[in-house]
């Protein structure tokens, strides 16, 4: 499965990986949805840091629709809920 | 799955989300979105052939009946004309039940097929669409990558014109350079002809000159060494004779003479 980081790029992985990234995957969404700001970055790092460790990095070029999204490392709790929000960030 | 990664995923695939288009490639959603339209069309298509597979079991399953059912009707036909009414009441009775099973099979066959129709149709119009869609995102990702190269293209001319920049600043510093040499140059020389500044440079003029001063001077020195030469040997007159071509009278008869001469000539 390819996982895009915003802002990074996209990385390769085997489905065998998830069981580990869907841990931390539902960690981020509880954090976020309870506002948790420190925990949210926590976990957001250390998910980050588990595609970049497990995952192959596919070249720049490589033209290759990612399945998963990360928000990119820097990116705030806010920013995450608004591109999460019903509508994203924009309507329709 | 059900976090962040695949809810960001869904909203990226479904939306054209300006702040995602800063992180990902145009060309990259529409290659997508045409990928997942023909997965959609493949999936419809297998839709297609499921049902048409279930009709062709059905139509097996009631020819299969209806053979049954002619069977039994040729059975209770033997049974009546060999005077067994029984076996031919039973046979009857059998071929009734086949007979609304096979009622109730040409109900469903009937609208199985009226399914597959409309998939058939939904499956051809899915297909136009896209088609058509290839040909939309073909043309849009040109687009972009053409509107890449123009701006690269942008790119290297403004880095072409500030390398012309830095070209036209260097011969303006050549010339500002040049002038300054000019100036300093014509200033010394003003300076020099003043007399202000001595000459360090002008060695060669100097020898030249001394050369022609100590040639002009010598010159001088070797004609008035013979004119005293001449004097101390036979008195000025003969000195003078020596110089002005030996005529031979003495310049105190001559002197009268010679003036209106010169005065003449």
């Known amino acids: 499965m390819i996982v895009r980081i915003m802002g990074e790029g996209q990385w390769k992985l085997a489905d065998s990986h998830f069981v580990e990234l869907n841990k931390l995957d539902d960690d981020l969404l509880a954090e976020m949805e309870s506002g948790d700001e420190d925990g949210f970055h926590r976990t957001l790092g250390a998910l980050l840091d588990a595609v970049r460790r497990l995952g192959a990095p596919l070249p720049d070029e490589a033209l290759e629709p990612s399945e998963l999204i990360l928000p990119a490392p820097d990116a705030s709790l806010e920013e995450v809920r608004d591109m999460l929000s019903d509508d994203g960030l924009i309507p329709g | ?265």
């Open chain 2, 1 to 265: 799955m059900s976090g962040v990664m695949k809810r960001m995923g869904m909203i990226f695939r479904a939306k054209a989300n300006k702040a995602l288009d800063r992180a990902e490639d145009p060309r990259e959603t529409l290659d997508y979105s045409y990928q997942k339209q023909l997965e959609l069309l493949q999936k419809v298509r297998r839709g297609v052939a499921d049902v048409a597979t279930s009709r062709k079991r059905l139509e097996l399953q009631l020819n299969q009946l209806q053979s049954q059912s002619s069977k039994l009707e040729d059975q209770g036909r033997k049974a009546l004309a060999l005077g067994r009414e029984d076996l031919a009441r039973e046979a009857l009775s059998r071929r009734a039940a086949l007979q609304q099973q096979v009622t109730d099979l040409e109900t469903q066959h009937s609208t199985l097929q009226g399914e597959e129709e409309k998939l058939t149709l939904a499956a051809q119009r899915l297909q136009a669409k896209v088609d058509a869609f290839r040909t939309k995102k073909e043309t849009i990702k040109a687009t972009y990558t053409a509107a890449q190269a123009q701006t690269r293209i942008g790119e290297a001319f403004s880095g072409i014109s500030e390398e012309m920049g830095d070209v036209g600043l260097a011969i303006q510093r050549a010339e500002d350079k040049t002038a300054q040499l000019q100036a300093r140059a014509g200033a010394l020389d003003e300076l020099l002809a003043s007399g202000a500044l001595d000459d360090p440079t002008g060695i060669a003029r100097d020898d030249i000159q001394t050369e022609l001063d100590r040639l002009s001077g010598g010159t001088d020195v070797e004609l008035e060494l013979q004119r005293m030469k001449a004097e101390l040997a036979g008195g000025p007159s003969a000195g003078q004779q020596a110089i002005e071509g030996g005529t031979g009278r003495p310049q105190s008869q001559q002197q009268p003479q010679d003036t209106p001469r010169f005065d003449k000539q």
